[in-house]
């Protein structure tokens, strides 16, 4: 016989992954023997790099597959310091630097040693599912400055200003943003640079794991770089996961403050302790291997943003803007809503549309609502291209199909 357990109040601060619901969806209509075109995740199909696979392999035949510092290995740190000095103009001590379990847990161990009860942290949307949550599960207020696509999804210097209290302890920015791709320039983050500066007590927490997946020319740029005067409360963090294609090494890096990181270690020294030996070592073949690899992938991805795009954009009913970078497109579904479907339900929600399109074709996007703006829908590029031509094909038909 079961016990009835208590679950803590915090678990009812946040609810599980959109993008993990869509897949488990997908999952379960592929048992059933349905054909699904997932236009869900943003994990990249290419291969890790030959040097992060060489790496691996020589790890095991030294056998060096022991514990690892919580703070990661001074092989990794160290190909994390020429990383932030070679792409950013970053300069980092070793002891400034802190490893994890992928960008997702150096975030997560961020906020929780440093923001309490009322704190607030300003969330730029539309935004990562995952940000919201993680500052609720820190014991703090997320605090939203969602940026429409009149504004090309980017926040404006003076709604940042009208965001900031004197309980804003954090601003996280996404750039290249997951979900919208849109890219901040340089001279965009000088201006929300120029507001920080103004605020002194406000910290900045750039998450960069889109760094390399950037198309038509843009310069990529993080806040630390642009402006020199924040470098000293700005935590920067990145990981090898999107741009070498290594989602299940599960590693993450980040560069800040000595305190600030050294408090992050500590947090994680109660929770998963060091990474993987294995994938660490695959980090640092990645950091330190061949380049070159990053402007291909980038220029592959572009040419199937662009098929996709041009797809969406030929649906009746949706509407979007050409991403600057990552792998998505955000694409408003605002013209389909109030329509019909063939069994005589309504179009009320993005929610309904996504589920229109899984029922009614086949295709798996993700709902906007879970992003912070709606009606929009996610649709990952990261996908072979027939399944993005056949799926934006299908896209229009169901489209056609509402009335």
Known sequence: ????????????????????????????????GRKIIKLTAGEPDFPAPDSAKQAVIELMERNEIQYTP???????????????????????????????????????????????????????????????????????TP?????????????RPEELEAAITPKSKWLMICSPSNPTGAAYSWNELQSLADVLLRHPHVHVLTDDVYEHLIFDGHKFATLAQVEPKLFGRTVTCNSVSKAYS??????????????????????????????????????VGALNGPQDLLTDRAANLQLRRDILFEKLNAAPGLNCDLPDGAMYIFCSCAGTVGKKRSDGQVIETDTDFTMYLLESVGVAVVQGEAYGLSPYIRASFVAPEVDLVRGGNLIQEACAALN
Do not use: H
Request: hydrophobic share 40%.
């Open 143 to 155: 605090v939203f400055v969602v940026a429409g696509q009149n504004e090309k999804f980017k926040v």
């Open 70 to 140: 919580v703070n990661g290995t001074l092989a990794l740190r160290q190909a994390v310091q020429a990383k932030f000095q070679r792409d950013n103009d970053l300069r980092y001590d070793l002891d400034q630097i802190a490893v994890g379990s992928g960008s997702k847990q150096v975030l997560f161990n961020a906020l929780m040693a440093t923001v309490s009860s009322g704190d607030e942290v300003i969330i730029p949307g539309p935004y990562w599912t995952s940000y919201p949550d993680m500052v609720k599960l820190a014991g703090g």
């Open 1 to 32: 016989m079961e016990t009835v357990l208590e679950f803590a109040p915090r678990m009812s601060r946040f609810k599980p992954s959109p993008s993990q619901i869509a897949s488990a969806r997908v999952r379960d209509l592929q048992a059933k």
């Open 246 to 283: 290594m989602t299940g090494f599960r590693c993450g890096y980040a560069g800040g403050p000595k305190k600030i990181i050294d408090n992050m270690s500590n947090m994680q020294s109660q929770s998963t302790a060091g990474v993987s030996a294995i994938g660490q070592a695959a980090a």
